[in-house]
Nanobody, 116 residues
Framework: VQLQASGGGLVQAGGSLRLSCDIS????????VRWFRQPPGKQREWVAV???????DYVDSVKGRFTISRDNAKNTVYLQMNSLKPEDTAVYYC???????????WGQGTLVTVSS
């Protein structure tokens, strides 16, 4: 199983970034995908989730600013991040849970730095 997160970088406050999570084709359609983040010196926290049917949910701190989506043709899940704030600075990780066997996989992180 391959899980590859990308798209991080340095951006000014108020700017935008789009993170991508490329997922192995054989599990993509049956995967619930989550984005997590770990700010410097803090614990990892859940950010967003998208179900196999496209349903979504977000942590309150990013609602209205972040959008999670999935492209079934490209086996990719995106996290569009707008109106970024310095407190969004973190290493962002994507994670999948395969339905129904509940196998879980994690990608390597991608660093997002938001300057004030």
């Amino acid at each position: 199983v391959q899980l590859q997160a990308s798209g991080g970088g340095l951006v000014q406050a108020g700017g935008s970034l789009r993170l991508s999570c490329d997922i192995s084709k054989r599990i993509f359609s049956t995967s619930v995908v989550r984005w997590f983040r770990q700010p410097p010196g803090k614990q990892r926290e859940w950010v967003a989730v998208i179900g196999t049917g496209g349903s979504t949910d977000y942590v309150d701190s990013v609602k209205g600013r972040f959008t999670i989506s999935r492209d079934n043709a490209k086996n990719t899940v995106y996290l569009q991040m707008n109106s970024l704030k310095p407190e969004d600075t973190a290493v962002y990780y994507c994670s999948v849970r395969v339905i129904p066997d509940q196998s879980e996989y994690w990608g390597q992180g991608t660093l997002v730095t938001v300057s004030s």
